[in-house]
């Protein structure tokens, strides 16, 4: 039975621990941005552009939507906002309050705030279905909320938003138990939520809910019922039917001027087998002990409570199969046992390939030579399928069943493979054997466009999670329960604290002036932000030094103030025609004539020149160089330059 008090507690504890765990950001929601001045950054320019239009859409404009789509930023290129994550959520959750204050950092902090907390919920309610034991659905909540990597992922919004993969199976779970259609409306509506916020979890996690429906319904012998089937074929088809107006921009986008990520790149942003061993360099615990790799992405290890807890119920699972399965005889007992120890002996000696590289085994002339781990991989996949043929009882102790250790186990296994990319790799070695990834890659559209296959890790969470959770059940019914839930409660939240975080942590930048040490709400913007509003609809603006990252995210801010289009930007991807104004604009004074009219040929109207963001002397060989060419000084404002460019 659904307990509203319960939830809204558990809802009060998730954000109060959220305020702790990012702390010091509670006193300066207003005006700081966890992560740094990066990505935080035009994650809160895409939330006050999509707030924006969605609020024009609920008004009754039509075009809105088409629109859009076409961000003020990389002018003239269209389908701008397609080359990052449009975060529509995210916008739409953030709209009361960018609507009611039109301060975008207070906006992007609180939904910042809410992955957190919803992710702690989810959870709860999720376990709480499974286990019927709210301490434990509570510590596991928590488990969820703050696992480590979400410390390495503060500055990737679109990546914490995770929080509603746990709606989703608790939505199912309670469709397929009771056969309500409430239940799969809820999980319906999560899931689309959970594909638009993030596109890397649209292709990771959907794969995992359709694996998840088809085992309950072979858990639960449904395969027939016509009924079941249908209504969920048309919630696929209505999924598919939301979905392809926010896909198609990317498609669009794809086709123009967006190749898919080359395979070395995604090696580079693919975990290490080390890196489920590895945490951030933050973690006040971990961070300094576990950092046995580090590279990109690759900050993985879930803290040890998780861990402990999800091999606790592992453990139990697999001795409940075996007791439930003694009395099944196989027909070939000694070619079972011979498959088993070929299986272990294959796994041992990739495991010890995983720490210790190219192995040589023996004394000459019989030696065993083993370079990579292609031939024991192969080894150990047919002796698996074997003992599937050949043993009744493992067919049997790998019988569907309405209890989800089993899945779970198989789907947490699963996004870790997956999580290592198309070649895996341990210690920065590679293993000779390509991961199931590379077939992903190959054959699923989409996933050429994605580089970080590390982030599979945030599903292998929600079931290692699911996992603690059973683990959490069973200390839960100790004579002293209570006691121990919280103790593990409040250990985790020591293991996987940060606190205090840095806020507002600047890019690296050589060659030019630093940026401010922090950004402003657009109510007390620098001057010259305020100056370009009153410009007229139409304006195009080119802000120089062009193509630097640290001041083209800063550009891209404050253009929330104007609105006005840029031929600056910062993104995931740059369009073709910012890298050819970036050809000319980067060194205008280099080659003056032709950044000239690449300057005119871009349909920029005005330009701004950031004094300070030059070294000396340079600012002024910029202004030189449009005075030489008829630019008409507008004004100056605290250091920065405001020019019109002359009419064609």
């Not at 609507?99 to 992955?115: E, Q, R």
């Not at 279905?129 to 709210?134: G, H, K, N, S």
């Not at 799969?184 to 694996?211: H, K």
């Amino acid at each position: 039975m659904f307990d509203s008090r319960k939830v809204t507690h558990a809802l009060g504890l998730y954000a109060v621990a959220a305020l702790v765990m990012t702390w010091p950001l509670a006193r300066d929601l207003a005006g700081s941005m966890p992560g740094g001045l990066g990505d935080p950054l035009l994650n809160t320019w895409i939330i006050a552009w999509g707030a924006d239009h969605i609020r024009a859409m609920l008004a009754g404009d039509v075009g809105a939507f088409a629109h859009w789509w076409h961000a003020n930023i990389f002018h003239p290129a269209p389908l701008a906002l397609a080359y990052s994550e449009h975060l529509f959520p995210q916008a739409l959750a953030a709209l009361p309050i960018y609507a009611g204050t039109g301060n975008a950092l207070l906006a992007y902090n609180l939904v910042f705030l809410s992955t957190y907390v919803l992710s702690g919920v989810g959870m709860y309610l999720l376990v709480r279905e499974l286990t019927a034991r709210p301490r434990a659905a509570l510590v596991a909540g928590l488990f969820f909320a703050f696992v480590p990597y979400r410390i390495a992922q503060a500055p990737h919004l679109q990546v914490l938003s995770a929080q509603w993969m746990p709606f989703v199976v608790f939505g199912l779970r309670r469709y397929f138990t009771t056969g309500r259609l409430l239940p799969l409306a809820g999980a319906w509506l999560a899931l689309v939520l959970q594909q638009l916020s993030c596109g890397y979890f649209l292709l990771y996690f959907t794969p995992f809910v359709g694996a998840y429906a088809a085992w309950e319904i072979t858990a639960r012998g449904r395969w027939r019922d016509r009924t079941l089937l249908v209504t969920l074929a048309a919630a696929v088809l209505l999924d598919a039917a939301v979905l392809w107006p926010f896909l198609a921009p990317y498609h669009q986008v794809r086709l123009l001027d967006f190749a898919p990520r080359p395979l070395r790149e995604l090696r580079v942003f693919s975990a290490d087998v080390f890196g489920w061993f590895t945490a951030p360099p933050a973690n006040r615990l971990w961070g300094g002990l576990l950092n046995s790799f580090r590279k990109p992405e690759n900050d993985l290890f879930p803290g040890l409570l998780p861990l402990l807890a999800g091999a606790l119920a592992v453990a139990a699972l697999v001795r409940h199969r075996l007791r439930a399965t003694r009395d099944i005889a196989d027909r070939a007992p000694r070619l079972e046992r011979l498959l088993a120890v070929v299986a272990l002996l294959a796994m041992a000696l990739v495991c010890v390939q995983l720490f210790t590289g190219p192995l040589t085994i023996g004394v000459e002339p019989v030696v065993l030579r083993m370079r990579d781990a292609d031939r024991p991989v192969t080894v150990i996949m047919l002796a698996a399928i074997g003992l599937l043929v050949v043993s009744r009882r493992l067919r049997a102790a790998l019988a569907p069943s309405t209890n989800l250790r089993l899945p779970a186990t198989l789907f947490f296994f699963a996004a870790v493979v997956l999580s290592l990319g198309p070649t895996p790799e341990a210690g920065g070695r590679e293993l000779g054997v390509n991961g199931p990834y590379i077939w992903l890659y190959t054959f699923v559209p989409g996933f050429d466009g994605l580089r970080v296959p590390a982030r599979f890790a945030m599903i292998a969470y929600v079931f290692l999670v699911i996992l603690a959770g059973y683990g959490l059940a069973r200390l839960d019914r100790l004579r002293r329960g209570a006691l121990v839930m919280t103790v593990i409660g409040a250990l985790f939240l020591v293991e996987a604290t940060a606190a205090p975080i840095v806020l507002n942590q600047r890019m690296p930048i050589r060659g030019f002036g630093r940026p401010p040490d922090r950004v402003q709400p657009a109510s007390s913007a620098p001057p010259i932000y305020q100056a370009l509003r009153s410009l007229p609809e139409g304006t195009v603006v080119a802000e120089l030094p062009f193509g630097v990252l640290a001041w083209e995210i800063q550009y891209v801010y404050y253009s929330t103030v104007h609105w006005h289009r840029l031929l600056n930007g910062y993104s995931g991807g740059f369009p073709a025609a910012y890298r050819d104004s970036l050809w000319f604009l980067q060194n205008p004074t280099d080659l003056p004539d032709h950044s000239w009219e690449a300057l005119r040929r871009s349909g920029a109207t005005h330009v701004v020149v950031h004094r300070r963001a030059f070294r000396r002397g340079q600012a002024h060989a910029v202004i030189r160089w449009l005075n030489s060419r008829g630019a008409r000084h507008v004004g100056s404002f605290d250091g920065s330059e405001l020019y019109e460019l002359p009419r064609p």
